[in-house]
């Protein structure tokens, strides 16, 4: 059993930055692959981003390629969302999730949801 706590949300602004943090629970945490994905008002849940248990691998949507970074500290059991260059269609409900060992780019391949982090970016 793993809970996620997301935070690091808020306001930011166009070409500006922000990092989102999401903290777990559990000694097992090493074993889970984390994924991000965001929510806008009216659309579906998207891929955002997504590393693997011992942060081998990453994978990433195009529309965040070259802006966004995911990485993890198992120590900390935290996973992180650098979001860098940020702009106003970034603006969304933010949800990490977790499944074990591997990472995946479909929401309905993760068993456990923390319960989001808004961003909004202004122009």
């Known amino acids: 059993q793993v809970q996620l706590v997301e935070s690091g949300g808020g306001l930011g602004q166009a070409g500006g930055s922000l990092r989102l943090s999401c903290a777990a629970s559990?000694?097992?945490?090493?074993?889970?692959?984390v994924g991000w994905f965001c929510q806008a008002p009216g659309k579906e849940r998207e891929f955002v981003a997504a590393?693997?248990?011992?942060?081998?691998?990453?994978s990433y949507a195009d529309s965040v390629k070259g802006r966004f970074t995911i990485s993890r500290d198992n120590a900390k059991n935290t996973v992180y969302l650098q979001m860098n260059s940020l702009k106003p269609e970034d603006t969304a409900v933010y949800y990490c999730?977790?499944?074990?060992?591997?990472?995946?780019?479909?929401?309905?391949?993760?068993?456990?949801w923390g319960q989001g982090t808004q961003v909004t970016v202004s122009s």
């Open positions: 999730a977790a499944r074990t060992y591997y990472i995946g780019t479909y929401s309905y391949e993760y068993n456990y």
């Open positions: 559990g000694r097992t945490f090493s074993r889970y692959g």
């Open positions: 590393i693997s248990w011992i942060g081998e691998r990453t």
